[in-house]
């Protein structure tokens, strides 16, 4: 699945497969992990209407191989849009992590982002920031009994090559955190763990659960043990983000909807959320995607 203009004429099915190379909940429906119930929440009309894309907005997209100890298999993908008129170094910089399963150039090349940030400055003002992808794989963004450490690949290899190969985030400037579904759930715990490091997150249809029972029996390899979710369950550690801005985003026919709800109520302070009809894939993450950039601009400004 690819972005363009052609994309405005896809069906509500066909942004469901989408999802399933996008998100967490694509992979679970796919294993049958779910049971038919849930993957007919997320097909039907409940869904509600398909975000429409966004003009092209010509900024370009590099795609890079990183190599790391942290990643099974050695190395891993990022992919970074830099708008024009942004510093040469100390850039602002979100970092966006997609979905279980997930590619760095879908972040562009699905949803679009760029081109969505693109058109939040052009008709609303916003203050530019730089977009960097990062490939998810299927680890839950933690460090597994199996090797794999997502997160360590992020903060200790990802955040270090682009301070020194674009100048983005570098000299102190915000960086900022934005996810979906796996990747939702991975920018809280990265803003959770490091509450200095991060101007603020947002998080669409985050891929989380209120207890190790409810997770077990959806998506059981998330987690290594009892012990391994206790340590990074995000609804447990949501007081982390006092005085970080977070913004939280589900569709009410979301299987991850009540635990979106929880998350909220236990986050500190007034955080931005909305649950508005909904599905977990493409089609509403595109509709959101607006919303999330304007959150993210505005955070930029914060002191």
Request: proline residues 7%; contains cysteine.
């Amino acid at each position: 699945m690819t972005g363009g203009d052609g994309d405005r004429g896809v069906t509500r099915r066909g942004l469901v497969r989408g999802a399933v190379g996008f998100g967490a909940i694509g992979v679970a429906v796919a294993a049958g992990l779910l049971g038919p119930r849930a993957f007919n929440r997320l097909s039907g009309d409940e869904c509600g209407a398909t975000g429409e894309l966004p003009p092209p907005s010509g900024i370009p997209v590099r795609s890079e191989t990183l190599r790391s100890r942290f990643v099974e298999g050695g190395s891993a993908d990022i992919a970074v849009a830099v708008p024009e008129g942004l510093p040469a170094r100390g850039a602002p910089v979100c970092l966006c992590l997609p979905g279980r399963g997930g590619r760095a150039r879908d972040v562009m090349g699905v949803l679009r982002m760029h081109d969505f940030l693109a058109q939040g400055v052009r008709e609303r003002g916003l203050r530019p920031f730089a977009l960097v992808a990062v490939d998810s794989g299927e680890s839950y963004w933690h460090r597994r009994a199996g090797g794999e450490d997502r997160m360590a690949f992020l903060e200790q290899v990802v955040i270090p090559h682009v301070q020194r190969t674009d100048g983005l985030g570098a000299d102190g400037a915000p960086v900022l955190l934005l996810g979906w579904s796996m990747g939702g759930y991975g920018a809280l715990l990265a803003a959770e763990r490091r509450p200095d490091r991060y101007r603020a997150v947002a998080a669409a249809s985050p891929a989380i659960w209120p207890s190790r029972d409810e997770q077990r029996s959806a998506v059981p390899d998330a987690f290594d043990s009892d012990a391994d979710f206790a340590r990074n369950d995000v609804i447990a550690g949501a007081a982390a983000l006092q005085g970080i801005p977070v913004r939280v985003d589900c569709g009410d026919a979301d299987p991850f909807f009540p635990a979106a709800r929880r998350l909220v109520d236990a986050l500190p302070g007034r955080p931005s959320a909305s649950f508005d009809t909904g599905c977990h894939d493409v089609g509403f993450w595109r509709r959101i995607a607006p919303a999330q950039v304007d959150f993210l601009s505005r955070a930029l400004s914060r002191a």
